[in-house]
């Protein structure tokens, strides 16, 4: 029952299997930036960044690659590929609030069992960055959480009710964590998948909803 | 006479900004996209109570290369000009590495409108296109929305937001002609293209500036009757 | 798979198009900007019903040289597949030549919803932009306004315009590339820009396809996230 | 009395001198057309058209210049001028609702003694086109109406109240016709300028609104 929970590479790369070949993604800061690099063979998803930029591709990673008029979003450093463009930040948002970014994958502080999100906000800190958030979380039309099931004290991350300030209501279709996936449904949080070595039990334990079990529930494939 | 609008100097370029103005510029994060020089002369010129309307309250380091000194509006607020910041992205996102900003807000030295990045771009844009107000869905059931009008339509609840608009707007573009026709480079045209629009005078740094007619006229991101000076670093 | 938006006849791009569907179309004027190719298409297809979206509603020869025919939109109208238009400037400007539209309206056939050319502009960003309504000053006072809800800001009345959306876009463009990313040419780009971002399917028909990297990324002008079909001309 | 009234070139021309150097402008169909030839000596003026093109220049003429791709909103064509700039029409409506186009040059059926603006519809006709009209009236900083003074009819087009629905409220600034020149104040239509040969009494006779008469009142200078 003590199995090792997944690690960020792993829960990055079952979110990648989420997206659908054609798919237009926007990666939130975190263990969303990881996504890109587990996307199937076979498979194009375009990527979209709000700081106004479509279809980039690998991050720079040689200091004389690095270009300060080529950041994502989350101030990685791109590579120029073929295809891209570039647009403003009006634009950026208009593609994201306008529905025409196909998923959103977003880190999570807590999660509920409506699908809330609160994602921007320590409440101890008093201040925080939203940034794009707020819009990404209220225009894609599908949001992934990618995070841990429990925050650094060991709480759960799932919860009845978010207690942290929220991001978006009722915004999140899937949550991958570290020992599970979970679809927002409209009867409450269905458990899909455990990770290897999980039992359905150990993943409610650190969980506080009750979660719906899937028929079809499965170990995760990553 | 042949339209000019390239000023000689920064320092001209900011002369006349008063105290109390507001004042737009982009910020995403580092250098790309920053007009320091505008930023760095009106450090020099030295008005005060200025409301910046950025991304950031400026976060050091954020997207910089160690090429280059990164400099951003962070410079304003640690010269106390700054009394208002409407913004994004405001502190550091370790709150162990706190900014200028965060340390005058919590003193009560400077004060926050913190709005989503996109309503953010939204209202400048509005701003700059004669709209005053229009509704989003962006924030609804949040803390953003606190104390602002909300509305359904179609089902779905939306919130109404105000154009934002300003008595300059520092732009950082890579040319411009001298009629005021601006493209910019790469990422950092991100706020800059929507800012150019929403203030009474806009102040275009940029690397080069080319005789009207070498900017291909397709390819114009900002035109020129949004520019009122240009200057060249 | 790679992507690639190429569809290869022109009949395939307007299939699917059902009665009864919301078609957003350039329409200025003349040839310049106009989905000549789709539009002939989609009167062999046959689709009835239509509610064409375009600032007029097919003007026989404006803008034309001389040197290839004017097909427009009016061509649809002639054929009887189009019952509603909304547009800004829907007959001729010489009563003593009736468009193919005034006549079908005057007969009950065809209705109109006639909309400020500005207005009409910014309700399909909108659409394309997920706000669903905003206040413009555009209008206040006139019959356009009639039946709206009105609202003084800053002392200055405005008129609440609701977003428009639409199943099918038809370009006209200059260049695309497989991506879907798009480029114009001069003036032909007027509603074809912002009628790409508003529609459930886009479909562009361009003079040239070329491979990804062949645009400029500083010079497109609607990115491909927005276009679902591209068809050589 | 019977002096003879101003031809459509000599009303443009007298538009001409109201722009200022380095003013972006913005021509209506009709006589505002015109104007572009006349603009004095030294002085830049740089048109806007609301089909998406900035710093246009002269027309084209010749049949091999003609292009479809390059028109103004009248349907007149262009020839490409260096420091030209194109763009769509949601943007080219946001310069002019922004109050970026600081003088818009229109037609008129009829203007009213407090500025209200008539020029999309002959009501007899039952349906008409606003195009961009609405927007330039709602949104350029100024707007000079030049018309004839009288209507084919030789019924008068400067009124009291519109009669013809109305294209915008209170947004005329100036008029100039082919007998006069009137400014909007807030007490009424001042006569400022009268065509040569003309009487103020002249002027007021197919004026339907009383005019108020400027201290400075003089003949027009074209």
Not at chain 2, 185 to 212: C, K, L
Request: with cysteine.
């Amino acid at each position: 029952m003590i199995a090792p929970r997944l690690d960020r590479e792993a829960i990055a790369m079952r979110v990648a299997r989420e997206l659908p070949d054609g798919a237009y993604v926007n990666l939130g800061i975190g263990i969303p930036t990881l996504v890109s690099q587990f996307v199937p063979e076979g498979r194009t998803v375009v990527y979209q960044a709000e700081n106004g930029v479509l279809n980039y591709g690998p991050l720079a990673q040689r200091e004389e690659e690095l270009d300060v008029d080529l950041i994502n979003a989350g101030g990685q450093f791109l590579l120029p590929v073929p295809g891209m463009a570039f647009f403003d930040s009006a634009q950026a948002f208009a593609m994201i609030r306008g529905g025409h970014v196909d998923v959103a994958v977003l880190g999570a502080l807590q999660v509920s069992q409506t699908g809330d999100l609160a994602n921007w906000m320590l409440p101890e800190r008093g201040i925080g960055n939203i940034g794009g958030a707020m819009d990404l979380a209220a225009g894609a039309r599908r949001i992934i959480v990618a995070m841990e099931h429990t925050d650094p004290h060991g709480r759960p991350k799932v919860v009845r009710e978010c207690t942290y300030p929220l991001t978006g209501r009722a915004c999140v279709s899937l949550v991958v964590t570290d020992v599970a996936v979970l679809e927002v449904t409209p009867r409450g949080l269905l458990l899909k998948e455990v990770a290897p070595g999980w039992t359905t039990e150990a993943v409610q334990k650190i969980t506080e909803p009750r979660l719906l079990l899937a028929p079809d529930l499965k170990e995760m494939e990553l | 006479m042949p339209l000019n609008k390239v000023v000689s100097s920064f320092a001209e370029a900011v002369a006349d900004v008063p105290d109390g103005a507001v004042i737009m510029m982009d910020g995403f994060g580092g250098p790309g996209g920053m007009p320091q020089q505008l930023i760095l002369a009106l450090r020099t010129q030295g008005a005060k109570n200025l409301t910046i309307i950025s991304n950031t309250a400026g976060l050091p380091g954020f997207g910089a290369t160690g090429k280059e000194p990164a400099i951003n509006h962070g410079i304003l607020v640690e010269s106390g000009q700054v009394r208002k910041v409407i913004a994004s992205f405001p502190v550091s996102p370790s709150p162990s590495r706190p900014t200028a900003f965060e340390l005058a807000y919590r003193e009560g030295r400077a004060e926050l409108e913190l709005v989503p990045q996109g309503t953010l771009a939204e209202r400048i844009r509005a701003g700059g296109a004669g709209i005053p107000a229009f509704y989003t869905p962006t924030g609804v059931g949040t803390s953003v929305a606190r104390g602002k009008e909300t509305r359904v339509f179609d089902g779905r609840g939306y919130v109404l937001e105000h154009a934002l608009k300003a008595d300059y707007a520092f732009l950082r573009a890579l040319k411009a002609d001298r009629l005021g026709n601006l493209v910019y480079r790469g990422t950092s045209r991100n706020f800059n293209a929507v800012m150019a629009t929403a203030a009474r005078i806009t102040i275009a740094e940029v690397d080069e500036i080319v005789e009207p007619g070498e900017l291909d006229p397709e390819a114009i991101v900002t035109p020129g009757i949004y520019v009122k000076r240009i200057v060249k670093r």
